[in-house]
C-alpha cells in the first residue's frame, strides 16, 4: 500500500490510481452507509471529491508516508474517512422551503407571504469526526497507557516518573514500539495544538485517574 500511496503523491499511474482509490472511496462510502447522504450534499461525483481531499492530506504528509516503515489498509482507510468528513462539513446547502400558496394574516391583519413568515431554513449535516483522544484510546492497549504516561509526563513536565516493574531500559523499547504502532494507525498526523489538547486530557482523564502520575493542581 505504501508503494501506491508514494507513487500517486508522485504522479505516477495516476489514472490507474485514481480509479483504484476512487474504488475504495465508493466501498467504504457504502459501508459507512453515508453514499446516499455525499450524493445528496456533494453529488454523483462525490468519490471526486473525497479523492481530491485525499491527495492533498497525501501531499501534505508525503514526507512522513515516505519514511513509514509500512502503511497498511487500516491507516488508509482511517484517512480516507477523514477526507469524507471534511468534504461533508465543507459542503452544507442552503436548502429553501417551497413557498407554494401557504398565506398567514400577520398583526395588523394584512397577508405576509410564507417566505416572511418562515425564513430560509439551513440543513446541518455536520458530521464530527472522532477526536485525537477518542482515535488514540482506541488504537492503544492497557500496557501501552503506562508507557504514554511516562512520556507525556516527561515530555510536559521535564520528570521522570517511576512505572511499577519496568525498567527504564523496557519503557524505551516500549515507547519505540507505540510510537511505530500509533505512527501506522493513526489517520492523520496532529497538529501542535491538537497534539497538546490531547495530551493534557490523556495526562488528567487517564493517568491521573489511575494514579500513574503524580496529581498536578490547576
Not at 107 to 122: A, C, K, R, S, W
Not at 129 to 142: C, N, P, Q, R, T
Not at 173 to 190: F, Q
Amino acid at each position: 500500500m505504501k508503494d501506491k500511496l508514494v507513487a500517486l503523491t508522485e504522479g505516477k499511474d495516476f489514472e490507474k490510481l485514481k480509479n483504484y482509490f476512487i474504488n475504495i472511496i465508493k466501498k467504504i462510502a457504502r459501508e459507512k452507509n453515508l453514499e446516499d447522504f455525499l450524493r445528496h450534499r456533494v453529488g454523483d461525483d462525490f468519490a471526486e471529491e473525497v479523492f481530491n481531499a485525499f491527495l492533498l492530506k497525501l501531499k501534505i504528509m508525503e514526507n512522513p508516508l515516505k519514511n513509514k516503515e509500512e502503511i497498511n489498509t487500516l491507516y488508509v482507510n482511517k484517512v480516507i474517512y477523514s477526507c469524507m468528513v471534511e468534504v461533508l462539513n465543507s459542503s452544507r446547502p442552503e436548502i429553501e422551503i417551497p413557498a407554494g400558496d401557504i398565506k398567514r394574516e400577520g398583526e395588523e391583519g394584512n397577508v405576509l407571504d410564507f417566505e416572511e413568515v418562515i425564513p430560509t431554513i439551513h440543513e446541518d449535516y455536520s458530521i464530527e469526526a472522532k477526536d485525537l483522544f477518542e482515535i488514540v484510546m482506541e488504537i492503544i492497549s492497557e500496557k501501552d497507557i503506562e508507557v504514554l504516561c511516562y512520556y507525556l509526563y516527561k515530555e510536559f513536565y521535564s520528570q521522570e516518573i517511576q512505572i511499577s516493574g519496568l525498567s527504564k531500559s523496557t519503557l524505551y523499547k516500549r515507547w519505540e514500539r507505540l510510537k511505530k504502532k500509533l505512527a501506522s494507525e493513526l489517520p492523520y498526523i496532529p497538529d501542535e495544538g491538537e497534539f497538546r489538547e490531547f495530551a493534557e486530557k490523556f495526562l488528567s482523564e487517564i493517568c491521573n485517574k489511575r494514579g500513574l502520575i503524580p496529581l498536578k493542581e490547576d
